[in-house]
């Protein structure tokens, strides 16, 4: 199996860009919540001893947490999180709050590259490449996608306390046959996208 590396990054690296950000999001597709993306700059990647790294989706919820703490605890590693939630998504769209929890993540990181995960760029004045699938090829988009998720997870735990009868803890606010039954049976909830279907009939 390939796991994401530093390919991309050592080209920039070599050109002269000192900080790098790969970024990369987790909540585009649920019904609930907000989108919260993640900026993950590598300051010295000799420093950096993490083995088979993945996309957050091809990993089990106890190694993204797993490496989620290594990844936030090492000081070779500088990162941001950026949240919009789901009052905005209606009211912009999800690509464009998308695009917004990545500039968020960035904010306090002045990356002089980007590295973005998928085929989109930002309206930013910061040179940039989108790479498809990219949490499956950039080390430091793979870092983003796990921090992300992990970020957005626990949110979604938060909110299952607050609202137990949706199983936000289990299905993380995505289209499950779960969730549809508790939707029709309780209706939406105050984080429910009101602009995704089906919770917009």
């Known amino acids: 199996m390939k796991y994401p590396n530093f390919t991309e990054e050592n080209k920039l690296w070599r050109k002269g860009h000192k900080l790098v950000a790969g970024l990369d999001e987790a909540g585009r597709g649920p019904l609930a919540g907000p989108v919260v993306a993640a900026a993950v700059i590598i300051l010295d990647y ?54 917004l929890a990545m500039k968020k993540a960035i904010k306090n990181l002045k990356p002089d590259f980007l590295l973005v995960d998928g085929n989109f760029k930002l309206d930013l004045d910061i040179a940039q490449k989108s790479i498809i699938k990219g949490d499956e090829k950039v080390f430091s988009i793979s870092a983003a996608s796990i921090i992300a998720k992990v970020t957005r997870d626990r949110l979604m735990q938060k909110y299952h306390k607050k609202y137990p009868e949706y199983g936000f803890s289990q299905h993380k606010g995505y289209g499950t046959k779960a969730h549809f039954a508790s939707l029709q ?3 939406p909830c105050k984080i429910h996208r009101k602009s995704f279907y089906p919770v917009s009939l």
């Open 46 to 99: 000799k420093k950096i001893k993490i083995e088979n790294i993945n996309d957050s989706k091809k990993l089990s919820k106890k190694q993204r947490e797993y490496f989620y703490d290594i990844l936030t605890k090492n000081k070779s590693i500088k990162w941001g999180i950026g949240a919009v939630s789901e009052k905005v998504i209606d009211k912009i769209n999800i690509l464009k709050a998308t695009k």
């Open 185 to 187: 049976k309780f209706g």
